[in-house]
């Protein structure tokens, strides 16, 4: 394939990237939304030792069962991130998609880039790793 070929697949590819981005960030904001709509939830407070008695595969499998809708697009956004960096090859151009995302996401610029950054966190290879 040609490097014009290339590069306008992968312009493609990001393109398909922020559009799923967009979606799942819509869903998140739905999912939060309903969570409000319902009224206040159950706090729970457990002591570090309950949650080491507990294991974390059971505490996923909670966190999992509380919301299974938000965990999913939490995980989308992770796997996006990922694909991401595999196209673009540097956190840097995440940073830019994440710029362009945030700044036409209906949520609000701080909120995307918020949930953004926090589910693409260790994404990339070496020293040019994602951290939040």
């Given at each position: 394939m040609?490097?014009?070929?290339t590069?306008?697949?992968?312009?493609?590819?990001?393109?398909?990237?922020?559009?799923?981005?967009?979606?799942?960030?819509?869903?998140?904001?739905?999912?939060?939304?309903?969570?409000?709509?319902?009224?206040?939830?159950?706090?729970?407070i457990m002591?570090?030792?309950?949650?080491?008695?507990?294991?974390?595969?059971?505490?996923?499998l909670?966190?999992?069962?509380?919301?299974?809708?938000?965990?999913?697009?939490?995980?989308?956004?992770?796997?996006?991130?990922?694909?991401?960096?595999?196209?673009?090859?540097?956190?840097?151009?995440?940073?830019?998609?994440?710029?362009?995302?945030?700044?036409?996401?209906?949520?609000?610029?701080?909120?995307?880039?918020?949930?953004?950054?926090?589910?693409?966190?260790?994404?990339?290879?070496?020293?040019?790793?994602?951290?939040?």
């Open positions: 040609s490097d014009t070929k590069a306008r697949h992968d312009h493609v590819r990001i393109m398909m990237i922020e559009i799923a981005l967009h979606d799942l960030l819509r869903e998140l904001e739905a999912q939060r939304k309903a969570r409000r709509k319902a009224g206040p939830g159950r706090l729970e002591t570090a030792a309950e949650m080491m008695a507990k294991g974390s595969a059971e505490l996923r909670e966190d999992i069962c509380r919301s299974p809708m938000t965990w999913c697009c939490r995980k989308g956004i992770r796997e996006l991130g990922k694909l991401l960096f595999g196209i673009v090859g540097s956190t840097d151009k995440m940073r830019d998609v994440l710029d362009r995302v945030a700044a036409e996401t209906s949520i609000g610029y701080g909120i995307a880039c918020s949930v953004i950054d926090h589910c693409w966190d260790g994404i990339g290879e070496g020293k040019d790793v994602w951290h939040c």
